[in-house]
């Protein structure tokens, strides 16, 4: 059975499956959450192989942990997203917070649908301006910011990734925009940002 058929079986009792020796069960899990998972890891780290190392360190623990799923007590994407989010925070606290030095052209940009190269290249430009401002956050700035509005997630949900309350995700999203606007404040008029 392919596995993007498979959309009427929730998560939870994918888990249960998975936990009774179901291997198609760890596969569509996977099938449904690596992307996303692996989109904020390299949000956060910036780092291609850093970022898929994550992702499939975050599955692991979701596959050891699967006996022991408590059906009710959590999404099993915002479980993944706060282990890859805090797998990512502890290697960014080893590199003292700074992100890989990959060259931010290296980072894969979302495909473009845009009919002209023009519009290509100014959509390229604006994500790399973005990329680059979202480096200069603080970590939990960046995580918070890359969870809401990259990764579309309500705060609610951002809260309880980040294990903080709704209102610290907030002033989280409220520093983090302003951070961004100071640090595109200058590119305004070359990205087409200041109509």
């Not at 994550?54 to 099993?76: C, H, S, T």
């Not at 960014?92 to 890989?100: I, N, V, Y």
Request: charged fraction near 30%; aromatic fraction near 4%.
């Amino acid at each position: 059975m392919p596995l993007d058929t498979n959309d009427d079986i929730s998560d939870d009792a994918l888990m249960v499956l998975f936990a009774n020796g179901d291997g198609q069960a760890a596969s569509v899990l996977a099938y449904r959450h690596t992307g996303r998972v692996l989109a904020l890891a390299l949000r956060m780290l910036g780092d291609k192989a850093e970022a898929e190392d994550v992702a499939q360190d975050a599955l692991m623990r979701l596959w050891k942990i699967a006996p022991d799923w408590r059906q009710g007590e959590a999404k099993v994407s915002t479980w993944l997203y706060r282990v890859a989010s805090n797998l990512c925070t502890d290697r960014l606290r080893k590199q003292g917070g700074k992100r890989a030095s990959e060259d931010i052209d290296n980072v894969p940009e979302p495909k473009d649908d845009a009919p002209s190269i023009e519009s290509d290249l100014i959509a390229r430009d604006r994500a790399n301006a973005l990329q680059a401002a979202l480096e200069t956050l603080p970590v939990r700035q960046r995580k918070a910011v890359s969870l809401r509005f990259l990764q579309e997630l309500a705060n609610p949900e951002v809260a309880e990734i980040m294990e903080i309350s709704v209102e610290a995700v907030e002033s989280l999203l409220a520093r983090g925009k302003r951070g961004l606007a100071e640090a595109l404040e200058a590119q305004k008029m070359e990205l087409g940002l200041d109509t």
